[in-house]
C-alpha cells in the first residue's frame, strides 16, 4: 500500500515536472514566433520609412535657410514617425506569422469563414434591417412635423449674409438634437441597433465557434508534432529524480 502510494506520488510529480518542461518550450515557441517576424517586420519598416523622411526632408531643408536646432530634432521626429508607423504593421505581421506557425492552413477558415458568414447574415437579414431603418426616417420626419422649430422665429437673421450662419447653425443644432434624443426616435434606433446586433451574432456564432475548432484543431495537430517524444515521456521519471523501490 505504501508502495503504490509512494509511486502515485512520483508519478505525479514526474507528470508536473515534465508538464511544466512541456509548457516552457511552448511558449518560448510561441514567442519566437511572434517576436522574430515582429522585430524583422519593425526593423525593415520603420528604416525604410526612417531613410524616406531623412532624405525627402533633407532635400527639402537644403534650398532654405534652416536653424541648425533642426538638424538635431530631425532624426529624432523621423525616427518616432517612422516606428508610430511601423509598429502596427509588425504586429500585425507578427501574428499572422505566429498564428500559421501555431496553426497552419487551418488559420485562413477564419480569415474567409467570418467575413462570408458576416456577409450571408446581414444578406438574410436585409428586409428587417430595411424596416427598421425606415422606422427611423418615419420617427424622425413625425416629431419633426410637430415641432416648432427655433429657426422658424429667426428668419430675418438671413439678411446679414455670411455671419448669419454664425447664430443659425447652433439653432439648427438645437432643433436636430432635440428630434435625435426624442422617445420615438430613440425608440426607432434602438430597433435597428437590436436589428443590427441580430444579424451580427447570426454570422458571428457559427463561424467563430467553426473557426475556433479549425484553428484549434490546427494546433493541437502541430502540437503534438512538436512535443511527440515529451508528451509520450510525461510519466517517466526524470534523471534527478531517486528511483523507487519496486
Not at 477558415?109 to 426616417?137: D, R, Y
Not at 465557434?209 to 509520450?232: E, P, Q
Request: glycine letters at 8%; aromatic letters at 10%; one cysteine or more.
Amino acid at each position: 500500500m505504501d508502495d503504490a502510494l509512494s509511486r502515485a506520488k512520483q508519478t505525479g510529480k514526474n507528470v508536473a515536472k515534465n508538464s511544466w518542461t512541456v509548457f516552457k518550450a511552448e511558449l518560448r515557441f510561441v514567442l519566437a514566433s511572434f517576436f522574430r517576424p515582429f522585430g524583422k517586420t519593425l526593423l525593415v519598416v520603420g528604416g525604410l520609412l526612417f531613410a524616406f523622411l531623412m532624405v525627402a526632408c533633407v532635400d527639402g531643408m537644403r534650398s532654405e535657410g534652416t536653424d541648425p536646432l533642426m538638424w538635431v530634432v530631425l532624426p529624432f521626429f523621423a525616427l518616432f514617425y517612422a516606428l508610430t508607423v511601423a509598429f502596427p504593421i509588425a504586429t500585425v505581421g507578427g501574428a499572422l506569422r505566429a498564428a500559421w506557425t501555431l496553426s497552419g492552413p487551418w488559420v485562413l477558415v477564419p480569415v474567409f469563414i467570418i467575413p462570408l458568414a458576416l456577409v450571408i447574415s446581414f444578406w438574410l437579414m436585409s428586409s428587417p434591417l430595411e424596416h427598421a431603418g425606415v422606422g427611423v426616417a418615419e420617427a424622425c420626419m413625425q416629431v419633426g412635423s410637430e415641432r416648432h422649430w427655433l429657426l422658424e422665429g429667426m428668419g430675418h437673421v438671413g439678411h446679414a449674409g455670411p455671419v448669419a450662419l454664425v447664430i443659425l447653425l447652433p439653432v439648427l443644432l438645437i432643433d436636430l438634437g432635440a428630434i435625435l434624443f426624442s422617445g420615438p426616435v430613440l425608440a426607432a434606433l434602438a430597433w435597428l441597433l437590436f436589428m443590427f446586433v441580430i444579424a451580427a451574432l447570426l454570422g458571428l456564432i457559427p463561424s467563430g465557434i467553426a473557426s475556433f475548432l479549425a484553428v484549434t484543431l490546427g494546433y493541437v495537430r502541430r502540437f503534438r508534432r512538436r512535443h511527440g517524444d515529451k508528451l509520450a515521456r510525461l510519466h517517466e521519471p526524470s534523471a534527478s529524480d531517486p528511483p523507487t523501490s519496486p
